[in-house]
């Protein structure tokens, strides 16, 4: 019978750069082995997928929801899929708000352990934002509709108490006594870690890969493991996450849209997509917090050129995914905005 194949399950909020992660090990620790990629988005439509072109034997998209609970039977049964095919591994990288716990429980359903490995769980922390991100409060809706405070400390710690892995992305916006203060915190949580540090991702993937540091036994010693085996909790809802994707066929005017981004709305907490202008060439927009990166595809340094897809005929128009809490409510808000960008 032959091996398990292992897999590297990443997780991270919102930004930290996951799919920079997976794109860094793709070109280097696991390039020329055959690759299974499983990228997972909260939005209807998976930019992120669209990112990870071209160094992959197989990529999977699994859209409008999380595989830690409204699509964990789907996951299940992409793992089942891809564990029939001649893989030497499989990278799954989970939507932003995902918990780890409930997706390493999916490892051990049904038939998969027979076929598949668990290797490890690696959470990418944004150092830039994480202080921040762990203070903050979003308005959500009750069963209801009555407005409450939800905090994402919860969120940003089961992220970081269930990794075996945690890389500290954005280290370079960040001074060495904030790093410092950081990794402290980050131990106290998981004292167990492996902690490695990264500028774009960029790690020693022998740190990453084939580590074999996910422990199973360990892992149903956690409190909530049987709770969450029983009656997965949906993120979407406690924690009252929402994302619509704005389409436009017209294009904008590339000032009125960087006028746009410079006045950003706080309350989104992610933003990212393909913007098309009238007078500047179609570009990638990532948006995290305060960082608002706007990249022309065509100036895409030639290493990493092959991450950014071809957005298609000149008749395709705009498309970005905006993610908060509770942003449903600011839906015309933002679309007005934008519409006094346009050409």
């Known amino acids: 019978m032959a091996r398990p194949i292992p897999v590297t399950v990443l997780v991270g909020f919102l930004g ?8 860094h090990l793709l070109r280097t620790g696991l390039a020329g082995k055959r690759v299974a990629v499983v990228v997972n988005d909260l939005a209807e439509v998976n930019v992120d997928a669209r990112l990870v072109v071209g160094r992959t034997e197989r990529l999977v998209e699994l859209a409008n929801g999380c595989i830690c609970c409204t699509l964990r039977e789907d996951l299940l049964s992409e793992l089942e899929r891809l564990a029939e095919e001649p893989l030497d591994y499989i990278l ?11 997706i390493a429980q999916t490892f051990y359903m049904g038939s998969l352990p027979e076929k598949v490995r668990l290797d490890a769980i690696v959470s990418v922390v944004d150092a830039a934002r994480f202080f921040k991100l762990w203070e903050e409060v979003g308005e959500v809706e009750d069963a209801e509709g009555n407005p409450v405070e939800e905090p994402l400390a919860p969120l940003l710690a089961e ?17 060495e006594e904030e790093l410092a203060r950081l990794e402290g915190f980050l131990r106290a949580l998981n004292p167990g870690a492996r902690i490695l540090r990264a500028v774009r991702g960029a790690v020693d993937p022998g740190q990453i890969l084939g580590t074999g540091l996910y422990d199973y036994e360990e892992g149903v010693r956690h409190p909530d493991w049987e709770r969450e085996w029983q009656a997965p909790t949906k993120e979407t809802e406690e924690y009252g996450f929402q994302s619509f994707v704005y389409r436009q066929g017209r294009p904008f005017r590339f000032a009125k849209f960087w006028s746009f981004l410079e006045s950003f709305p706080a309350y989104v907490l ?5 913007v098309r202008f009238a007078d500047h060439p179609p ?10 990166v706007l990249e022309a595809l065509e100036e895409a340094p030639a290493k990493e050129a092959p991450l950014y897809l071809d957005l298609g005929g000149e008749e395709e128009g705009t498309e970005i995914v905006f993610i908060g809490q509770g942003i449903l409510r600011r839906r015309a808000e933002i679309e007005s905005a934008l ?5």
């Open 16 to 23: 930290a750069g996951k799919t920079t992660l997976i794109n």
């Open 92 to 102: 799954v990288e989970s939507t932003g708000i995902g918990e780890p716990l409930p």
């Open 159 to 175: 992220q970081v108490e269930f990794a075996n892995i945690l890389v500290l992305n954005k280290v370079d916006l960040v001074g």
């Open 270 to 274: 992610r933003a990212k997509g393909f």
């Open 283 to 292: 570009a990638l927009l990532s948006q995290a917090g305060e960082s608002v």
């Open 339 to 343: 519409a006094l960008c346009l050409e």
